[in-house]
T-cell receptor, first 112, second 113 residues
């Protein structure tokens, strides 16, 4: 479905727990990105990675961590340090030199 | 870093009329400006983009204009149809490889039949 898969679609987290959101792409894209979407605030960048084993913080990285061990995968961990994690999380990827993003279908995280 | 402002936040137009959404950016080095459409419950999808070496680009009923001097760009949708109802996001970035996009806050467009 569009070459980039996010799972799960819905996720519930208890206070104090870490949770990991999966993002896998089979598009052979070099760069991958994680955005957070809140009502009225658009898409805000959490982390991005342009190459395997390298990643950079975005605008709202506090309380999140990522890894990029494989070109196809860019998992996002929401740690207990993230005080307001309830949001819709979107993963995206793009080719080198091509700036159009392909987005995944998103994961909706809710703290219970 | 880059800052992108988008207006209006909501827009309602009669079917068949035109819709215009405007964005301003802060970084004069930005030179790539895409627009994304996000239908309810779906992922954002690229609908049109423009680079700073052109002032206007059209694709059927949608067009984007860019004013580099004023640092603003606009999305124009003509002959609107019910399926145009969605949230639209503008974005901006510098053209130096896989640079991150900075998005506007979105415009919820509603087409009134």
């Amino acid at each position: 479905d569009g070459g980039i898969t996010q799972s799960p679609k819905y996720l519930f987290r208890k206070e104090g727990q870490n949770v990991t959101l999966s993002c896998e792409q089979n598009l052979n894209h070099d760069a991958m990105y994680w955005y957070r979407q809140d009502p009225g605030q658009g898409l805000r960048l959490i982390y991005y990675s342009q190459i395997v084993n390298d990643f950079q913080k975005g605008d709202i990285a506090e309380g999140y961590s990522v890894s990029r061990e494989k070109k196809e995968s860019f998992p996002l961990t929401v740690t207990s340090a993230q005080k307001n994690p309830t949001a819709f999380y979107l993963c995206a990827s793009s080719l080198a030199g091509n700036y159009g993003y392909t987005f995944g279908s998103g994961t909706r995280l809710t703290v219970v | 870093g880059e800052n992108v402002e988008q207006h209006p936040s909501t827009l309602s137009v009669q079917e068949g009329d035109s819709a215009v959404i405007k964005c301003t950016y802060s970084d004069s080095a930005s030179n790539y400006f895409p627009w994304y459409k996000q239908e309810l419950g779906k992922r954002p999808q690229l609908i049109i983009d423009i680079r700073s070496n052109v002032g206007e680009k059209k694709d059927q009923r949608i067009a984007v204009t860019l004013n580099k001097t004023a640092k603003h760009f606009s999305l124009h949708i003509t002959e609107t149809q019910p399926e145009d109802s969605a949230v639209y996001f503008c974005a901006a970035t510098q053209n130096f490889g896989n640079e991150k996009l900075t998005f506007g806050t979105g415009t919820r467009l509603t087409i009134i039949p």
